[in-house]
T-cell receptor, first 113, second 112 residues
Framework: ETGVTQTPRHLVMGMTNKKSLKCEQHLGHNAMYWYKQSAKKPLELMFVYNFKEQTENNSVPSRFSPECPNSSHLFLHLHTLQPEDSALYLC????????????FGSGTRLTVV | KNEVEQSPQNLTAQEGEFITINCSYSVGISALHWLQQHPGGGIVSLFMLSSGKKKHGRLIATINIQEKHSSLHITASHPRDSAVYICAVMWHEETSGSRLTFGEGTQLTVNP
């Protein structure tokens, strides 16, 4: 357990479904991130939140909708996904966006059928 | 953009062997991370370094800032070391501030 908890660990959803991924940290970090890891590719940054405010959207399609109600919680709402969105979605946190120390969650393995 | 290259992509070793994984990058950085990712997907930070060398148990990480190169060494490797090892560099981009760019990872398999 790293201090960053992601749920669920695995998710299978149809293309017409709506689901949400959850990330929670109680490390006192102010910055939280969503990353996507597709097979055989480096991690790709999706969204950055700093003090609950979105500071970066890395050209992510609108079928991915992040929400950060407070500095400890981060959600990724999913709707009308495509099979190519199947990937490992990782959440991370850090003290600030310029901080060197990142803590990663265990990820949610998403399969879109 | 900071290009991060790792080598080798795949590495198979026998238990007990000394292992080296390399990482090179193209733009000056403020810090470099070595991360370990197990088959379940979770990522654990092994080291964060900005100069010199760090050691933790059987793991050693070195960085040469002038040559823009880092190595991760594993001494007396063990099957439980089997994982993907990822190099990630923290650098400053003029328009968007601090960035973390990841290498593709090195898949290490240690056979008993």
């Amino acid at each position: 357990e790293t201090g960053v908890t992601q749920t669920p660990r695995h998710l299978v959803m149809g293309m017409t479904n709506k689901k949400s991924l959850k990330c929670e940290q109680h490390l006192g970090h102010n910055a939280m991130y969503w990353y996507k890891q597709s097979a055989k590719k480096p991690l790709e940054l999706m969204f950055v939140y700093n003090f609950k405010e979105q500071t970066e959207n890395n050209s992510v399609p609108s079928r991915f909708s992040p929400e950060c109600p407070n500095s400890s919680h981060l959600f990724l709402h999913l709707h009308t996904l495509q099979p190519e969105d199947s990937a490992l979605y990782l959440c991370a946190s850090s003290q600030g966006t310029g901080s060197y120390g990142y803590t990663f969650g265990s990820g949610t393995r998403l399969t879109v059928v | 953009k900071n290009e991060v290259e790792q080598s080798p992509q795949n590495l198979t070793a026998q238990e007990g062997e000394f292992i080296t994984i390399n990482c090179s990058y193209s733009v000056g950085i403020s810090a470099l991370h070595w991360l370990q990712q197990h088959p379940g997907g979770g990522i654990v930070s092994l080291f964060m370094l900005s100069s010199g060398k760090k050691k933790h148990g059987r793991l050693i990480a070195t960085i040469n800032i002038q040559e823009k190169h880092s190595s991760l060494h594993i001494t007396a490797s063990h099957p439980r070391d089997s994982a993907v090892y990822i190099c990630a560099v923290m650098w400053h981009e003029e328009t968007s501030g601090s960035r973390l760019t990841f290498g593709e990872g090195t898949q290490l398999t240690v056979n008993p």
